[in-house]
């Protein structure tokens, strides 16, 4: 059914480079386990398993190059009115939350990443926009901040963070929306966001994040209102891995939940289904508008190039790869 469809999914892999916590463990020859065939710049091959997927970026991809491939269309998308979504999921430490920019710093233009980099390009756009002398209705730009923790949304913008926006199974309405006019609005956001979130040590890096966090740019003009997501998936590792009991086994599971939630949307969709399984997770609940029809969805995946990660980086490969096997289906091909 024409109307289930999402515009595009596009699906992307980034090596990330050897991480300093696991240098004094590193073999001072050891080589990354990826490997880029020749002649197949779209692929990568990982202990004999060769995966193509739409964007291979190897360990010396610049943040630039980054946006600029993957995410500079999304935004050009969500100036044209559409609802966009960039999401980086992988083992904790591969680099999703720098490539994602979820930094409360101010970052030099090496290491800004995905969300200033879309925030500059918004306000340049749409200052432009607005200074046109026949534009009626301005376009105006704000910034939400909710985190998903143990399946439920906290609004990390509120006066009451501790309060549940919304638990699976209910409606989502939104988390609060600040005005933002330059970066250190942004900056700002970005500060008050990460002091409320729920972080929790694990083996694999002491401040790995248990939580999803996604921040939101809104463009609305008049009645018209789009969103660019930019979600930052908490680690995908094993429970067996991260060492954790009790409350910590349980956000592994739900850590589980929200990925599979968003495949077996696409799934669903592709299959043309009418009824999408949306609040089977509060990841999909709250990103709802953003996977349905009209709709473009980025899925970045990162992976570690070391040999003791090998079995995870298997796993985040394949999952990469089935979410782009719903994507080839004739549901969801590119327009
Ligand atoms: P994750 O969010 O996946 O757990 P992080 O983004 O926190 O991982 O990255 C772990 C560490 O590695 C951070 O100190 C980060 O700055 C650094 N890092 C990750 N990717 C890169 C990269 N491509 N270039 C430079 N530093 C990186
Ligand atoms: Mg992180």
């Known amino acids: 059914m024409d109307s289930q469809k999402i515009n595009s999914v596009l699906i992307a892999v980034r090596e990330a480079p050897f991480r300093t916590t696991l240098i004094s ?22 202990d004999g398993n060769v995966f193509s997927f739409d964007y291979v970026f190897n360990s010396t991809v610049t943040q630039s190059e980054l946006y600029d491939t993957l995410v500079h269309p999304l935004v050009l998308k969500v100036l044209s009115g559409y609802d966009c979504t960039a999401l980086a999921y992988g083992q904790t430490g591969t680099g999703k939350s720098y490539s994602m920019g979820m930094s409360a710093e101010k970052l030099t233009d090496e290491h800004m990443g995905v969300v200033p980099r879309c925030l500059q390009n918004i306000l340049d756009h749409t200052c432009l926009a607005n200074q046109k002398e026949n534009n009626p209705l301005p376009k105006l730009v704000y910034a939400s901040y909710i985190e998903i923790y143990n399946e439920r949304a906290y609004d990390l913008l509120a006066l009451d963070t501790e309060k549940p926006l919304a638990s699976r199974g209910q409606r989502f309405t939104g988390g609060t929306c600040k005005p933002v006019r330059n970066q250190q609005d942004l ?6 966001g ?8 694990t083996n694999m ?25 930019i979600v930052d998936l908490a680690g995908s590792e094993s429970v067996r891995r991260t060492g954790n009991e009790g409350v910590a086994r349980a956000e592994g599971v739900y850590i589980n939940m929200g990925l599979l939630g968003i495949n077996k949307v696409l799934l669903s969709m592709s299959a043309g289904h009418t009824l999408i399984p949306y609040r089977d997770s509060i990841l999909t609940t709250v990103l709802q508008d953003s996977l349905s029809a009209g709709a473009y969805l980025t899925l970045l995946t990162c992976v570690s190039p070391h040999a003791s990660d090998l079995s995870e980086t298997i796993s985040t490969l394949r999952f990469a790869k089935s979410a782009k096997q719903v994507k080839l289906s004739p549901q969801l091909s590119h327009r």
Request: proline fraction near 7%.
């Open 25 to 46: 463990s590193k073999r001072p020859d050891e080589k990354s386990i990826i490997h880029y065939p020749e002649n197949c710049p779209n692929a990568l091959s990982v």
């Open 187 to 192: 900056l700002h956001i970005l500060m008050l």
């Open 194 to 201: 990460t002091k409320n979130r729920h972080v929790r040590p």
């Open 205 to 229: 890096n002491k401040n790995s994040s248990r939580s999803h966090a996604i921040v939101t740019i809104h463009v609305r003009q008049g009645q018209s209102h789009a969103r660019l997501n």
